[in-house]
């Protein structure tokens, strides 16, 4: 490799980037990775999945402390109070062990980490600052930002995107979350449990576009149950800001009488796009489709020989997950080894409190597809959950109706997270929902209820 400084060169070190770049370096390849950010991993570890996860636990403590749930198990706590900062910083904490987590990685494997905004000047070199570094094979790892709504200006005070909401400085009266998807339910939530009055506006009849219908109703019931407030079917035309407070105009979906509503924080949480501004794609020869996505084939190659891209943005579901399985397949791919992402096996949590997963088909989707058995299981009769007081949710298998291979699962309980990897599993496998209901589970767990709801497929559950 004469002319190359690397063998690979990742640019973005996201659970997508960083990943990849740590498994070419173990696979004896040299390797480089470009990152903007003061710190690695991405989005997830820097404004996402982590610190979204950090104070979703710490919120929902705050929440059984406060509002009586632990007084309900026999547990008196008084004078409890909101001490925000310390919050905020158990969060930063996560943050900055994880991130310091990758660092370690990068040193260890004598990744070398080039800092700054990487742009192409040929197919096979990159600038970063005043370097220009030369790759036999370039992975466009780069990710995805927030998607902008037109005429609504985020300031990340009062009108704030997922990394604004995850800082807030004080807890809202009133938040407006724009968009009922996956950031708008966590997030709103986490603020909800922290006392603030929380409206969800949804341009779609139900929140969580892309999950299953039984699923989304009845997130939608849990979720007023718990008091947010749900205005489905509903845009958002324009949002004034005036003295730390913000006036949004909304009007139906379909159009009609438009009113106004009062919020001192607004949450725009309405999807992603992913991140290619800068990067001198045509230089490289590349172009993005209409969805701003850079596009591959099966093996994570975009058009170009020796360029290649993976995560949010290559098409696909933004998830991290998604992104690091794509980055270690990628690494062997250009390592030439067969590295595959099974994209039909990707599951999806949502971590509210229930938990909301799903892996494979809707029972929508599945049934376009052929006739279908479902099998469904409240865990109102699940023994842990019924002793946890958790008596919200269910569990629902999707069988081929012929063949009785598992097509989908979905499941609303508070670990769904956890149980949706034994689905997931499963299919990997080509199980049948027979093979779930035949397979032991330990007594008493909430996964009993993926057995039973497998078992409900052919008809035959315990207990209910
Ligand atoms: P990213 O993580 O976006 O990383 C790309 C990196 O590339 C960034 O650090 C960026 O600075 C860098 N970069 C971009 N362009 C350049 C350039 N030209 N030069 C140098 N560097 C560049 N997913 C889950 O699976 N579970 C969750 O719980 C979850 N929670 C989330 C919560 C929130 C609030 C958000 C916003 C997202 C969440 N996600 C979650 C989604 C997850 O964060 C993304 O799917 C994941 O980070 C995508 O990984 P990636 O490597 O493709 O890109
Ligand atoms: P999303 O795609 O999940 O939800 C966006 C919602 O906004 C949809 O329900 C959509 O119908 C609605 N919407 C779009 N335009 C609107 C408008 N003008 N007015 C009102 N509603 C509108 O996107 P979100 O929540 O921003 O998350 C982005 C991505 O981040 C997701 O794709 C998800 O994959 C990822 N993510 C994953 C998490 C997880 O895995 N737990 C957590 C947070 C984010």
Redesign the pocket.
Same mark, same amino acid.
């Given at each position: 490799m004469a002319d190359y400084d690397f063998d690979v060169l990742v640019?973005? $070190?996201?659970?997508?980037?960083y990943v990849a770049a740590i498994r070419a370096a173990q696979l004896g390849l040299k390797t480089g990775c470009?990152?903007?950010?003061a710190t690695l991993g991405?989005?997830?570890l820097?404004?996402?999945?982590i610190p979204?996860?950090a104070m979703l636990h710490a919120s929902e403590f705050y929440d059984h402390a406060a509002n009586g749930h632990l007084a309900k198990l026999g547990i008196k706590a008084s004078g409890v109070e909101l001490d925000l900062d310390t919050m905020h910083g158990q969060r930063l904490d996560a943050v900055k062990n994880l991130t310091g987590g990758v660092e370690f990685l990068f040193k260890k494997n004598k990744i070398e980490w080039l800092k700054? #905004?990487?742009?192409f000047e040929s197919a096979d070199s990159v600038k970063v600052g005043d370097r220009t570094v030369r790759a036999k094979n370039i992975v466009i $790892?780069?990710?995805?930002s927030v998607t902008p709504l037109p005429g609504v200006e985020i300031d990340e005070k009062v009108v704030v995107s997922?990394t604004g909401a995850?800082e807030l400085a004080k807890v809202p009266e009133t938040m407006v979350v724009i968009g009922g998807g996956v @950031?708008g339910l966590?997030?709103g939530s986490v603020w909800k449990r922290l006392g603030a009055k929380v409206t969800v506006v949804e341009f779609l009849d139900q929140m969580l576009p892309g999950f299953d219908g039984d699923v989304r109703k009845e997130t939608n019931k849990i979720m007023k149950k718990q008091g947010l407030e749900f205005r489905l079917s509903t845009k958002v035309t324009g949002v004034k800001v005036d003295g730390g407070k913000a006036t949004l105009t909304v009007e139906p979906a379909a159009g009609g009488a438009a009113e106004t509503i009062e919020a001192d924080a607004v949450l725009v949480s309405i999807g992603?796009k992913p991140?290619t501004d800068?990067?001198g794609l045509d230089k490289a020869g590349l172009e993005v489709n209409k969805r701003g996505q850079i596009e591959i084939d099966h093996d994570f190659r975009t058009k170009v020989p020796g360029i290649w891209a @993976?995560?949010?943005?290559v098409p696909g579901p933004?998830? $991290? #997950?998604? $992104?690091e399985d794509e980055g270690i397949a990628v690494a062997e791919n250009i390592a030439g080894q067969t590295g595959i992402v099974n994209h039909d096996v990707i599951p999806s949590?949502v971590?509210t409190m229930p938990e909301i997963a799903g892996v494979g088909l809707t029972e929508e989707a599945a049934k376009e597809r052929g006739e279908v058995k479902v099998g469904k299981f409240p865990m109102l009769a699940n023994s842990r959950a019924k002793t946890n007081h958790e008596p919200d949710g269910f569990v629902k298998v999707i069988a081929d109706a012929k063949t009785d291979r598992v097509l989908g699962v979905w499941c609303i309980a508070s670990v769904a997270g956890t149980m949706i990897a034994q689905a997931a599993q499963a299919m990997e496998f080509g199980a049948t929902s027979e093979d779930i209901a035949y397979t032991c589970h330990a007594h008493p767990t909430h996964s009993e209820a993926v057995k039973e709801a497998a078992m409900a497929v052919t008809g035959k559950p315990i207990h209910i």
């Open positions: 640019i973005g $070190a996201g659970p997508g980037g470009v990152e903007s950010r991405g989005t997830c820097n404004v996402g999945c979204s996860k700054g #905004h990487a742009t $790892a780069t990710g995805s997922s995850l @950031i966590e997030l992603r991140n800068g990067l @993976i995560g949010d943005v933004m998830l $991290a #997950h998604k $992104a949590v971590y």
